[in-house]
């Protein structure tokens, strides 16, 4: 089941460059809350706050709290514990090519130690068939590498594979925006469906997209969260001028 | 900027006031035919009713591009949605203008008597709410919408004044029937022009506020 995420004056540095200024929300478990902004104000760095990620990067650092349910996971959990908890998926399908599609699903299993061969095989079968891709490949699950399928199947089989750790929180940024209509239909309506197992947070341009998956919606601008309401709200009637001219196109 | 997209939203609001301003138009020379028994002004008003109907489908499709093209949000969906409601009431305004129009024509066939019941005011109350909507929709002030609501309570006051009167003059005057019954028809439409100015006014409202205050609920 997924967790709520607790955020509490998460601050973040590229360099001296403050690109996340004083951000606390609350993104609650078991839904699907999607994150718009113009490029550049900051929500692609927040999500990856939320797995530690953007530490990984030399220059860069985080301050303030953010909670998985009653786990800090500045404080509580290692760098490698937090990302099984909370899987990422990224704008760009990216399937390790050498491997075959088995292979790709179980890689992060196996980085943790999994051996067990009828685990493995369940725990493909599981993801893939939650990602909606088992009917596609169940036959080609060792003879075709990740990257021999189209993007759309790639994607969902980093899907898969993120799903494959068993996490708590799923984060998508712009999980769609390299995909055709058809690919992209599909990843919304497995985001409709995950989101009863999962807490997923999900980065996207197309704010179609946001309203249509999205329960609640986050609007960043220069590095702040101006505004998070449901996503009805923020898409009929934002309470802030800067959230309205965005969504209408009136920026700039 | 979706210059182009705002520049079509510009677009769609002049139509609108395009139609607007005939509808009125109809309305004003509908009373006029009444209070002169002018024929040929009915004949007028026939004639504009055609325009106003292709007007009305033009700027639904307008509205309708707009959506399927464009998938606005926000104060621009709230927008389009408005246009699309006050589109339809303004036809309707038209409608009551014939209306009015087929009822002078009938009475052109009976004596021109004095009937107790001011038409041209109530005429001149109900065109006065229609303007002050618009005048709202013009603005996006949804405070000068707001004040449409007393002016409907005025119209309907007067208009319930127009069926005592002239029902006890029926009572008192029954060889007067016809004529009498053509003025409450027209009483009753000016009050239903009065109606279309207050969804009129309950449209900018939610356009401006995103607020619903049709049938006296408010919600956000």
Do not use: C, Q
């Given at each position: 089941m997924g967790v709520g995420i607790q955020v509490e004056s998460l601050n973040a540095w590229y360099g001296s460059t403050h690109t996340l200024q004083d951000i606390n929300l609350h993104i609650p478990a078991n839904h699907a809350t999607a994150l718009i902004g113009p490029s550049g104000c900051g929500k692609s760095t927040f999500v990856r706050c939320l797995n530690r990620m953007?530490?990984?990067?030399?220059i860069a650092r985080a301050t303030g709290v953010v909670k998985m349910g009653d786990i800090d996971i500045y404080r509580d959990a290692s760098p490698v514990e937090v990302r099984r908890r909370v899987g990422m998926v990224f704008q760009r399908p990216n399937p390790?090519?050498?491997?075959s599609i088995y292979d790709n699903v179980i890689s992060g299993l196996k980085l943790n130690g999994f051996r067990n061969r009828r685990i493995l095989d369940e725990t493909v079968e599981r993801s893939l068939k939650q990602a909606a891709l088992w009917e596609e490949v169940k036959d080609d699950l060792k003879k075709k590498?990740?990257?021999?399928?189209?993007g759309g199947q790639q994607q969902r089989m980093c899907i898969a594979r993120a799903l494959a750790v068993d996490p708590e929180v799923l984060l998508m940024d712009e999980p769609a925006s390299a995909l055709d209509p058809v690919s992209t239909s599909k990843i919304e309506d497995l985001i409709f469906q995950l989101k009863s197992q999962y807490t997923i947070v999900i980065v996207t341009h197309n704010m179609q997209q946001a309203a249509r998956v999205a329960e609640n919606t986050g609007f960043f601008l220069n590095g702040k969260l101006v505004e998070f309401d449901s996503t009805h709200r923020i898409f009929t009637n934002p309470h802030d001028k800067r959230t309205e001219d965005y969504i209408t196109g009136r920026f700039g | 900027m979706r210059v182009k997209f705002h520049q079509n939203l510009d677009e769609l609001k002049e139509r609108l006031l395009v139609m607007a301003g005939m509808a009125e138009q109809a309305i004003q020379r509908s009373v006029e035919a009444y209070r002169t028994r002018d024929l040929s002004i009915c004949e007028l008003v026939f004639h504009s009713e055609t325009a106003i109907n292709k007007l009305e489908r033009e700027i639904d499709q307008m509205a309708l591009d707009l959506l399927a093209m464009e998938q606005p949000m926000a104060i621009d969906l709230r927008f389009i949605l408005s246009v699309i409601r006050i589109n339809a009431d303004l036809e309707r305004v038209g409608d009551q203008a014939v209306n009015i129009a087929l009822r002078v024509r009938e009475m052109g066939a009976l004596a021109n008597v004095d009937l107790p019941v001011d038409i041209p005011r109530l005429a001149s109350l109900s065109l006065a709410m229609v303007r002050k909507a618009l005048q709202a929709f013009i603005e996006g002030n949804a405070e000068m919408a707001d004040s449409v609501f007393e002016m409907d309570d005025q119209v309907d006051a007067m208009n319930d004044a127009a069926y005592r009167s002239l029902t006890t003059f029926i009572k008192e005057r029954p060889d007067l029937t016809p004529q009498s019954l053509n003025a409450l028809i027209i009483a009753r439409n000016l009050e239903r022009v009065g109606d279309h100015a207050t969804n009129v006014a309950e449209d900018v409202i939610f356009w401006v506020?995103?607020?619903?205050?049709?049938?006296n609920v408010t919600s956000n």
């Open positions: 953007h530490e990984t990067n030399p390790f090519p050498t491997m590498s990740g990257a021999s399928l189209s | 506020r995103g607020a619903d205050v049709r049938h």
